[in-house]
């Protein structure tokens, strides 16, 4: 048993009784580029190599074609290259085996593009799900020890105690139970040493990669799938972020009590190493939840429903790890978010965009539903908008006629409409995708506490309380505040503009007109027409407007006679 001086091992009294086990993390010298690119290629290639002789064996009999024979040339001669330990696997066990032994960052890329149903197919996505979530941790002497590093105090001057065995080991971190000295529950992670520069290193042959594939697999996006996950994986990697990410969702919910986040303990908290509290729960799919009254389970269902979909349709701040192991029933009734790392923003226009689709799908409204889905997309060179439009309102009409878990939920509804984009080269946002995933949760968890749980229902209390929220008087008027200071502006300098135009158009009216009056009514129409442009571009209306609006002053202002 390791010496951690007078720091107690022994798990609390609270502790499971079954731990899970873990293999030993072996800790390596993080790769050089040249070395980390050389066993990537070896893995890409030997993927290439095995996806074609998968494809060839997989054909029916029969095929005599003259390029597949050639194909099947080709694929003879490159089965020496390719490792036995995949060759006759088929082509989505092969990309699952290759990731797990690229490592971390790659056992990462999976996790995301199994999420990825939008673009890539479910053979694919089905097997990516088989990737490993239980990784090898590091021996607790040696945690300890890094611990003391990042605190830069003996672990006994801290802590009176640390749990033995890890919570959880993860492609990036690991988590221990502790206990301060003063009393607090606490939950400890650490980033696995090597891990970061290893990450940093595959970030850049990952988005070297994502461009090479873009020339040949552009339906697939791969740069920008690429691009977004070495992303969000350099931003999970720095456990500040993670602090920041809990005190405001802690921040968004500090009107709701009964939606709990851990609180971070800033001063054990360093890039390396997150201190938050220990939220004492069970999973919603553990036993003892299922122990709970109707009342109660009913309470969670609400509140878990509550808390996604206001963080999706009304901060546009979300988790976008969701599933039952991030989410506690705790006492009181209350649910507590954990594993914060993962986060999904929308802007203000995403997030309208996407209220509205939700609201209208809720509310049956199946045409308007598919526009703004629609308006979400990014869409390609070659793309069918109203072909995909026409597809989702045919989906959404039909999920209306059976809108049940078990039949056909709405997080299939909203994953089978993203689908399609790819059909019609309409893509959207890694954030949509991750949307889904918490919807997917939200109904699968309310499911596991009530059977028959109707998610319709229940979305429609809380989308239509934030529906009114977004656009109630007060809000409204806040929001019109922003722009108080450029209105202010347009104001104080509007006289100024009255006046230059008036200047101009009597410089450029001088002259025998037939009309004397006609002067002074242009030039009190060009001034007209100054000021509206000026309101408008503080206001932020449409530029369209307010470049009509200044052009036809100054052709106004400019002409000759009246």
Sequence with gaps: MPDVGSASIEEPSTAAAVEPAFEVFVERKSPGLLRRYLVTQRHFLGLLFGGLISGVRSQPRGQHGFWFQCLRVLSWLVRPFTSKRYVDEPFPRQLRKRLEALGPTYIKLGQILSLR?????????????RLLNQLPALPFARFVELIEVEIEKPMDDVFAWIGETPLGSASIGQTHRARTLEGDELVLKLVKPGIRQTIQRDVI???ILGRVLQIFLSRFQPKRVFDEF???????VDLLR???????????????????????????????????????????????AQELSPEERNALTDLGALGIIQMLYQDGFFHADLHPGNLLALAGPKVGFIDLGMVGRFDDELRRNLLYYYYCLVMGDSENAARYLAALADPARGSD?????????????????????????????????????ARYRMYFPVELVLMVKAIITFEGVGQILNPGFDVVEVSKIHIGRIFAHQFSPLRIAREGLRGAPELVDALV???MLVTEGLRVLE?????????????????????????????????KGPIWLWILLFGAGVLLATRKGG
């Design 507 to 539: 410089q450029s009216t001088r002259g025998p007109r037939e009309n004397p009056f006609s002067g002074i009514r242009a030039t009190v129409f060009a001034g007209f027409l100054f000021v509206s442009g000026a309101i408008v571009a503080a206001l």
């Design 493 to 495: 300098k509007a006289p």
């Design 385 to 421: 908008p109203k072909g995909f439009r026409r597809d989702v309102e045919e989906i959404s009409s039909r999920w209306h006629r059976n809108p049940t878990f078990h039949g056909y939920s709405m997080g299939q509804l909203i994953l089978e409409s993203v689908s399609r984009g």
């Design 117 to 129: 149903e939008d673009i890539l197919p479910a053979s694919v996505t089905d097997e990516l799900k």
């Design 205 to 207: 042959l990952l988005r």
């Design 230 to 236: 070495c992303d969000y994986t350099l931003r999970e």
């Design 242 to 288: 993670e602090a920041d990410n809990a005190e405001t969702f802690a921040a968004n919910f500090s009107d709701e009590r009964d939606i709990v986040f851990p609180r971070i303990y800033r001063e054990l908290t360093t890039r390396n190493l997150l201190a938050m509290e220990f939220l004492d729960g069970v999973t919603p799919d553990s036993p003892a």
